[in-house]
T-cell receptor
Framework: RKEVEQDPGPFNVPEGATVAFNCTYS??????FFWYRQDCRKEPKLLMS???SGNEDGRFTAQLNRASQYISLLIRDSKLSDSATYLC??????????FGTGTRLLVSP | GAGVSQSPRYKVAKRGQDVALRCDPI?????LFWYQQALGQGPEFLTY????????KSGLPSDRFFAERPEGSVSTLKIQRTQQEDSAVYLC?????????????????FGSGTRLTVV
């Protein structure tokens, strides 16, 4: 079993839709959490950090449930430019980040 | 520089050939990481440097893989006797955080990667 699990998708949604991605992690000692975005043939880029209290950045909302070891990302009012792969990322407190395989989102007109 | 720079952008190697991949981190960044990303997968950790010290090389898949950062800035990832399973994108990232002391509370910035194809 992978340490960080994500549904690979793809999630196909129309413009303006709300879409949610989930992620689970297996190591309860994990200390910090992130969502990265990766466009086709590009490097991953930090989208947002994820906090237990939940945090929002414009149309994006991230939530962390430490008890269930579960992370979510909600995207409201989807844009064509949101089409990408979204990587769930966990830091175990050592010097490396552990990435999920990513969830692919396709937003259509 | 303004960002993390990696070269070459693309590399085609014949099986058995040695390759060297270069990473120029953001100026002054203490921490440097190498990751390997196979097609359809997330990046997988290879190794970590804090300045010139290689503090973690647990992700290097075999003794054919070797990384160095002799002066605490530019890093080179070397792969000897390349095999087809080495084909992947090799990503370098750097961070200003001294993760050994403060722990990681934010992500870090990746370079554009080197796409290695072994034929």
């Amino acid at each position: 079993r992978k340490e960080v699990e994500q549904d690979p998708g793809p999630f196909n949604v129309p413009e303006g839709a709300t879409v949610a991605f989930n992620c689970t992690y297996s190591n309860s000692a994990s200390q910090s959490f992130f969502w990265y975005r990766q466009d086709c043939r590009k490097e991953p880029k930090l989208l947002m950090s994820v906090y237990s209290s939940g945090n929002e950045d414009g149309r994006f909302t991230a939530q962390l449930n430490r008890a269930s070891q579960y992370i979510s990302l909600l995207i409201r009012d989807s844009k064509l430019s949101d089409s990408a792969t979204y990587l769930c990322v966990v830091n175990r407190g050592f010097q490396k980040l552990v990435f999920g395989t990513g969830t692919r989102l396709l937003v259509s007109p | 520089g303004a960002g993390v720079s990696q070269s070459p952008r693309y590399k085609v190697a014949k099986r058995g050939q040695d390759v060297a991949l270069r990473c120029d981190p953001i100026s002054g960044h203490v921490s440097l990481f190498w990751y390997q990303q196979a097609l359809g997968q997330g990046p997988e950790f290879l190794t970590y440097f804090q300045n010139e010290a290689q503090l973690d090389k647990s992700g290097l898949p075999s003794d054919r893989f070797f990384a160095e950062r002799p002066e605490g800035s530019v890093s080179t990832l070397k792969i000897q006797r390349t095999q087809q399973e080495d084909s992947a994108v090799y990503l370098c990232a750097s961070s200003s955080l001294d993760w050994g002391l403060r722990g990681a509370t934010s992500g870090y910035t990746f370079g554009s990667g080197t796409r290695l194809t072994v034929v």
